[in-house]
């Protein structure tokens, strides 16, 4: 685990997210080929979880950018999945400028159906 972080409001959580290196992650081999980065260069986005009274207020934008500094500081390149159900997220990365690199059905699915995309972030500039 590289770092985690948690967003509170009026004295409750109302957001997290962690951060950890990309060869921790399963999804390393599909990031690396889509940035033709090795996985020691990759940081994994993991666990972003807003609550739903807290969502549209800015948390999820804050945890991200929060843990994309992170990754830059450590001359990682972000990167994450999610599942294609969290709408949210997906809305939330995409406005963001990350790129939607592989979509294939989620393992852990039980309907066999269910789409877990594969996203790496923009690349920083300046």
Not at 63 to 72: N, P, Q, S, W, Y
Not at 94 to 107: C, T
Not at 121 to 126: K, L, N, V, Y
Request: glycine letters at 10%; hydrophobic letters at 45%.
């Amino acid at each position: 685990m590289l770092g985690t972080w948690v967003a509170e409001a009026d004295g409750r959580i109302v957001g997290h997210i962690a951060l950890r290196a990309g060869t921790a992650d399963a999804s390393a081999s599909v990031w690396a080929e889509a940035t033709g980065l090795p996985p020691e260069q990759l940081a994994s986005i993991t666990r972003l979880f807003v609550s739903l009274d807290s969502r549209g207020a800015g948390v999820g934008r804050t945890l991200l950018d929060a843990a994309c500094t992170e990754a830059a500081t450590r001359g990682l390149h972000p990167a994450l999945d999610v599942v294609e159900t969290n709408h949210d997220a997906i809305r939330l990365y995409e406005q963001r400028g990350w790129r939607r690199v592989l979509s294939e059905p989620w393992a852990a699915a039980h309907d066999g159906k269910t789409l877990l995309h594969y996203y790496v972030a923009p690349a920083r500039t300046g």
